[in-house]
Protein backbone atom coordinates (compact mmCIF):
# COMPACT_ATOMS: atom_id res chain seq x y z
CA UNK A 1 0.00 0.00 0.00
CA UNK A 2 1.72 3.42 -1.00
CA UNK A 3 0.89 6.71 0.86
CA UNK A 4 1.29 10.61 -0.42
CA UNK A 5 4.83 12.12 0.32
CA UNK A 6 4.45 13.63 3.87
CA UNK A 7 4.82 17.38 3.85
CA UNK A 8 8.58 18.26 4.18
CA UNK A 9 11.76 20.21 3.17
CA UNK A 10 13.02 18.71 -0.47
CA UNK A 11 16.34 19.53 -1.97
CA UNK A 12 15.63 21.54 -5.22
CA UNK A 13 17.43 20.38 -8.18
CA UNK A 14 17.08 23.59 -10.52
CA UNK A 15 18.60 25.89 -7.17
CA UNK A 16 21.81 24.77 -6.17
CA UNK A 17 22.15 23.74 -1.92
CA UNK A 18 18.30 25.15 -2.13
CA UNK A 19 15.64 23.29 -0.10
CA UNK A 20 11.70 23.42 -1.27
CA UNK A 21 9.07 22.51 0.95
CA UNK A 22 6.32 20.08 -0.47
CA UNK A 23 3.25 20.35 1.09
CA UNK A 24 1.89 16.60 0.48
CA UNK A 25 0.36 17.82 -2.54
CA UNK A 26 2.36 20.08 -4.60
CA UNK A 27 5.59 22.06 -4.64
CA UNK A 28 5.40 26.21 -2.88
CA UNK A 29 7.27 29.05 -3.50
CA UNK A 30 8.54 28.54 -0.02
CA UNK A 31 12.95 27.45 0.03
CA UNK A 32 15.72 28.13 2.52
CA UNK A 33 19.25 27.12 2.50
CA UNK A 34 20.74 23.17 2.10
CA UNK A 35 21.68 22.33 5.51
CA UNK A 36 24.27 19.93 6.32
CA UNK A 37 26.21 18.40 3.55
CA UNK A 38 25.17 17.89 -0.37
CA UNK A 39 22.82 14.73 -1.38
CA UNK A 40 23.74 12.91 -3.85
CA UNK A 41 20.65 12.16 -6.94
CA UNK A 42 20.86 8.34 -7.25
CA UNK A 43 18.97 5.56 -5.07
CA UNK A 44 15.97 5.84 -2.35
CA UNK A 45 17.34 7.18 1.33
CA UNK A 46 16.41 5.43 4.37
CA UNK A 47 14.28 7.17 7.05
CA UNK A 48 16.13 10.03 8.74
CA UNK A 49 17.76 10.97 5.53
CA UNK A 50 17.18 13.98 3.83
CA UNK A 51 14.88 12.86 0.83
CA UNK A 52 16.03 13.78 -2.69
CA UNK A 53 13.39 15.15 -5.50
CA UNK A 54 13.23 12.60 -8.11
CA UNK A 55 13.82 9.60 -5.70
CA UNK A 56 11.24 7.87 -3.52
CA UNK A 57 11.47 8.19 0.02
CA UNK A 58 10.93 5.96 2.44
CA UNK A 59 8.73 6.76 5.30
CA UNK A 60 8.52 4.18 8.15
CA UNK A 61 9.96 0.80 5.30
CA UNK A 62 6.96 1.46 3.07
CA UNK A 63 8.39 2.86 -0.33
CA UNK A 64 6.39 6.33 -1.06
CA UNK A 65 5.77 8.43 -4.05
CA UNK A 66 8.03 10.74 -4.68
CA UNK A 67 7.42 14.43 -5.10
CA UNK A 68 7.51 15.94 -8.42
CA UNK A 69 11.09 17.03 -9.57
CA UNK A 70 11.57 21.15 -8.23
CA UNK A 71 11.96 23.48 -11.10
CA UNK A 72 9.53 21.68 -13.41
CA UNK A 73 6.28 23.44 -14.43
CA UNK A 74 5.01 23.35 -11.75
CA UNK A 75 7.58 25.74 -9.55
CA UNK A 76 6.87 28.01 -12.39
CA UNK A 77 3.18 27.74 -12.34
CA UNK A 78 3.79 28.43 -8.27
CA UNK A 79 5.99 31.53 -8.97
CA UNK A 80 3.58 32.71 -11.40
CA UNK A 81 0.48 32.41 -8.96
CA UNK A 82 2.82 34.05 -5.43
CA UNK A 83 4.75 36.52 -7.54
CA UNK A 84 7.54 35.63 -5.27
CA UNK A 85 11.09 36.55 -6.88
CA UNK A 86 13.36 33.61 -5.59
CA UNK A 87 16.82 34.89 -6.38
CA UNK A 88 16.40 37.91 -4.60
CA UNK A 89 15.40 35.82 -1.59
CA UNK A 90 18.61 33.53 -2.04
CA UNK A 91 20.77 36.67 -2.64
CA UNK A 92 19.63 38.27 0.99
CA UNK A 93 19.93 34.90 3.10
CA UNK A 94 16.45 35.16 3.18
CA UNK A 95 15.70 32.38 5.95
CA UNK A 96 12.01 30.53 5.46
CA UNK A 97 10.19 28.51 7.98
CA UNK A 98 7.38 25.81 6.49
CA UNK A 99 3.67 25.08 6.82
CA UNK A 100 3.57 23.98 10.68
CA UNK A 101 0.54 21.65 11.76
CA UNK A 102 -2.13 24.62 12.02
CA UNK A 103 -1.71 25.18 8.12
CA UNK A 104 -0.22 28.69 8.13
CA UNK A 105 1.65 29.71 5.19
CA UNK A 106 5.19 29.44 5.36
CA UNK A 107 6.64 32.82 7.37
CA UNK A 108 9.62 34.90 6.19
CA UNK A 109 12.76 35.89 8.40
CA UNK A 110 15.67 37.91 7.30
CA UNK A 111 18.56 36.43 9.50
CA UNK A 112 19.96 39.30 11.53
CA UNK A 113 23.81 38.66 9.88
CA UNK A 114 22.60 38.98 6.79
CA UNK A 115 25.06 41.91 4.71
CA UNK A 116 23.43 45.39 3.87
CA UNK A 117 21.36 45.80 0.63
CA UNK A 118 22.68 48.49 -1.29
CA UNK A 119 19.46 50.46 -0.05
CA UNK A 120 20.62 49.68 3.94
CA UNK A 121 24.27 50.76 2.98
CA UNK A 122 22.34 53.96 1.65
CA UNK A 123 20.71 55.04 4.29
CA UNK A 124 23.94 54.08 6.77
CA UNK A 125 24.95 57.10 8.37
CA UNK A 126 28.98 58.23 7.58
CA UNK A 127 29.45 60.95 10.02
CA UNK A 128 33.13 59.81 10.31
CA UNK A 129 34.07 60.21 6.74
CA UNK A 130 35.55 63.71 5.93
CA UNK A 131 33.61 66.04 3.41
CA UNK A 132 37.00 66.70 1.30
CA UNK A 133 34.72 68.18 -1.50
CA UNK A 134 33.38 70.47 0.63
CA UNK A 135 35.01 74.12 -0.64
CA UNK A 136 34.83 75.47 2.90
CA UNK A 137 36.83 73.01 4.04
CA UNK A 138 40.39 71.67 3.82
CA UNK A 139 40.57 68.09 5.41
CA UNK A 140 44.15 66.43 6.49
CA UNK A 141 43.62 63.07 6.91
CA UNK A 142 46.92 61.54 7.80
CA UNK A 143 46.87 63.81 10.56
CA UNK A 144 43.52 63.40 11.25
CA UNK A 145 42.47 67.17 11.40
CA UNK A 146 40.12 70.17 9.51
CA UNK A 147 40.73 73.31 8.27
CA UNK A 148 38.49 75.84 7.78
CA UNK A 149 39.08 77.77 4.11
CA UNK A 150 38.74 81.43 3.93
CA UNK A 151 36.44 82.90 2.13
CA UNK A 152 38.62 83.96 -1.24
CA UNK A 153 41.01 81.37 -0.93
CA UNK A 154 41.26 77.72 -2.94
CA UNK A 155 42.39 74.08 -2.22
CA UNK A 156 44.86 73.57 -5.07
CA UNK A 157 44.98 70.23 -7.13
CA UNK A 158 48.79 70.12 -7.56
CA UNK A 159 51.57 72.19 -5.49
CA UNK A 160 55.45 71.98 -5.57
CA UNK A 161 54.95 70.74 -2.08
CA UNK A 162 53.11 66.95 -1.54
CA UNK A 163 51.72 68.48 1.56
CA UNK A 164 48.06 69.55 2.84
CA UNK A 165 48.26 72.63 1.14
CA UNK A 166 45.44 76.06 0.56
CA UNK A 167 46.27 79.67 -0.85
CA UNK A 168 44.63 82.85 -1.78
CA UNK A 169 42.91 82.04 -5.54
CA UNK A 170 44.70 85.04 -7.22
CA UNK A 171 48.60 85.03 -7.55
CA UNK A 172 51.16 86.95 -9.35
CA UNK A 173 55.09 87.42 -9.90
CA UNK A 174 57.51 86.98 -7.48
CA UNK A 175 59.00 90.27 -6.81
CA UNK A 176 62.34 88.81 -6.86
CA UNK A 177 61.93 85.98 -9.45
CA UNK A 178 59.55 87.58 -12.42
CA UNK A 179 59.20 83.70 -13.84
CA UNK A 180 57.61 82.85 -10.54
CA UNK A 181 54.19 83.13 -9.56
CA UNK A 182 53.56 84.03 -5.45
CA UNK A 183 50.54 84.10 -3.75
CA UNK A 184 49.40 86.35 -0.83
CA UNK A 185 48.54 83.81 1.67
CA UNK A 186 49.49 80.03 1.98
CA UNK A 187 48.72 77.45 4.90
CA UNK A 188 50.01 73.69 4.73
CA UNK A 189 49.87 70.91 7.54
CA UNK A 190 51.96 67.93 7.53
CA UNK A 191 52.82 65.66 9.91
CA UNK A 192 56.34 66.34 12.11
CA UNK A 193 59.09 64.34 10.50
CA UNK A 194 63.24 63.63 11.37
CA UNK A 195 62.94 64.82 14.44
CA UNK A 196 63.50 63.40 17.81
CA UNK A 197 61.63 65.88 19.47
CA UNK A 198 58.57 65.08 21.48
CA UNK A 199 56.67 68.45 22.74
CA UNK A 200 54.61 70.74 20.84
CA UNK A 201 56.70 73.39 22.17
CA UNK A 202 59.78 72.12 20.88
CA UNK A 203 59.08 71.29 17.66
CA UNK A 204 57.89 74.75 16.68
CA UNK A 205 60.52 76.44 18.06
CA UNK A 206 62.96 74.25 16.02
CA UNK A 207 60.43 74.54 12.95
CA UNK A 208 59.60 78.43 12.09
CA UNK A 209 62.83 79.21 10.81
CA UNK A 210 62.70 76.68 8.30
CA UNK A 211 59.34 77.70 7.68
CA UNK A 212 60.29 81.31 7.11
CA UNK A 213 63.04 80.11 4.85
CA UNK A 214 60.92 78.35 2.61
CA UNK A 215 58.10 81.30 2.24
CA UNK A 216 60.06 84.03 1.82
CA UNK A 217 63.90 82.91 1.18
CA UNK A 218 64.90 79.88 -0.72
CA UNK A 219 61.72 78.29 -1.83
CA UNK A 220 61.86 74.18 -2.38
CA UNK A 221 63.02 74.72 -6.10
CA UNK A 222 65.83 76.70 -5.26
CA UNK A 223 64.65 80.36 -6.22
CA UNK A 224 64.74 83.66 -4.44
CA UNK A 225 60.98 84.73 -4.80
CA UNK A 226 61.68 87.42 -2.65
CA UNK A 227 65.10 88.05 -2.68
CA UNK A 228 65.81 86.32 0.13
CA UNK A 229 64.79 87.14 4.26
CA UNK A 230 67.07 89.86 5.52
CA UNK A 231 65.71 90.02 9.09
CA UNK A 232 62.89 88.95 11.66
CA UNK A 233 60.60 89.44 14.50
CA UNK A 234 59.19 87.10 17.11
CA UNK A 235 55.75 88.95 17.82
CA UNK A 236 53.81 85.95 19.20
CA UNK A 237 55.10 82.96 21.26
CA UNK A 238 52.27 81.10 23.32
CA UNK A 239 50.50 77.72 23.85
CA UNK A 240 47.09 77.37 22.15
CA UNK A 241 44.17 74.90 22.41
CA UNK A 242 43.48 73.40 19.05
CA UNK A 243 41.29 70.72 18.19
CA UNK A 244 40.60 69.89 21.80
CA UNK A 245 44.48 69.10 22.23
CA UNK A 246 47.16 71.84 23.69
CA UNK A 247 49.55 72.96 20.63
CA UNK A 248 52.33 75.97 20.73
CA UNK A 249 52.92 79.10 18.26
CA UNK A 250 55.48 81.13 17.28
CA UNK A 251 54.69 83.86 15.02
CA UNK A 252 57.45 85.89 12.96
CA UNK A 253 57.61 89.19 11.01
CA UNK A 254 60.06 88.97 8.51
CA UNK A 255 61.78 91.56 6.08
CA UNK A 256 62.77 90.45 2.61
CA UNK A 257 65.35 91.99 -0.35
CA UNK A 258 62.19 92.73 -2.55
CA UNK A 259 58.70 93.06 -2.07
CA UNK A 260 56.64 93.84 1.30
CA UNK A 261 57.78 90.80 3.52
CA UNK A 262 55.30 88.95 5.49
CA UNK A 263 54.01 87.49 8.47
CA UNK A 264 55.00 83.51 9.12
CA UNK A 265 53.90 81.35 11.91
CA UNK A 266 53.94 77.49 13.11
CA UNK A 267 51.66 75.81 14.70
CA UNK A 268 52.66 72.43 16.03
CA UNK A 269 49.92 70.14 17.76
CA UNK A 270 49.82 66.92 18.73
CA UNK A 271 47.76 64.53 16.63
CA UNK A 272 44.10 62.76 17.54
CA UNK A 273 45.19 59.71 15.62
CA UNK A 274 47.36 57.04 15.25
CA UNK A 275 50.50 56.88 17.27
CA UNK A 276 49.73 61.07 18.37
CA UNK A 277 52.81 62.69 16.15
CA UNK A 278 53.15 65.85 16.31
CA UNK A 279 51.30 67.57 13.77
CA UNK A 280 52.94 71.17 12.01
CA UNK A 281 50.57 73.87 10.37
CA UNK A 282 52.55 76.81 8.95
CA UNK A 283 51.04 80.10 7.90
CA UNK A 284 53.05 82.82 5.50
CA UNK A 285 50.88 85.99 4.85
CA UNK A 286 52.28 88.75 3.11
CA UNK A 287 52.44 92.06 4.54
CA UNK A 288 51.04 95.35 3.29
CA UNK A 289 47.82 96.25 1.84
CA UNK A 290 46.99 92.60 -0.48
CA UNK A 291 48.17 89.95 1.98
CA UNK A 292 45.66 88.37 4.36
CA UNK A 293 44.72 90.39 8.12
CA UNK A 294 46.62 88.87 10.69
CA UNK A 295 42.53 88.22 12.39
CA UNK A 296 42.58 85.41 9.32
CA UNK A 297 45.72 83.55 10.62
CA UNK A 298 43.91 83.46 14.37
CA UNK A 299 40.57 82.39 13.06
CA UNK A 300 42.23 79.77 10.94
CA UNK A 301 43.94 78.51 14.52
CA UNK A 302 40.67 78.51 16.07
CA UNK A 303 38.81 76.51 13.85
CA UNK A 304 41.00 73.62 13.36
CA UNK A 305 38.95 70.62 14.53
CA UNK A 306 39.48 66.81 14.20
CA UNK A 307 37.87 65.17 11.24
CA UNK A 308 33.99 64.92 11.95
CA UNK A 309 33.76 67.32 14.31
CA UNK A 310 31.32 70.05 12.67
CA UNK A 311 31.59 72.81 15.91
CA UNK A 312 32.55 76.33 15.93
CA UNK A 313 34.04 76.51 12.88
CA UNK A 314 34.44 72.99 11.41
CA UNK A 315 32.49 71.44 8.67
CA UNK A 316 30.71 74.00 6.74
CA UNK A 317 31.55 77.00 7.94
CA UNK A 318 33.65 80.27 6.21
CA UNK A 319 35.51 82.83 7.87
CA UNK A 320 36.25 86.42 6.09
CA UNK A 321 39.67 87.04 4.38
Known amino acids: ?3 ATPPGWYPDASLPATERWWDGTAWTAATRPLTGAPQQFGAP ?3 GASPQVGASPQFGGTPQPAPPRAGSG ?4 VIAATGVVLVAAVVVGVVVAGRDDGGRKPTIATGSSSPPTPADAKDTPTASAPPTDDPALLVDQLDGITLPVPNGWEKPDNTVEDVTTMRTKHSYECPGD ?3 FCWHGTVTSRTATQTDLTTAEAVAK ?3 KDAANSSYDRDIVGNLPYDGITSHTEIKSA ?4 AGRTGYLIRWRVKTGAGPGGYVQTLAVPSSVGSESIVVVRFAFDAGPDGPPLSTMDSITQGI ?3 GDSTNGGVG ?3 GP
Open 1 to 3: MTH
Open 45 to 47: QQF
Open 74 to 77: VRAA
Open 178 to 180: TAS
Open 206 to 208: ADI
Open 239 to 242: SVSV
Open 305 to 307: RPI
Open 317 to 319: SSI
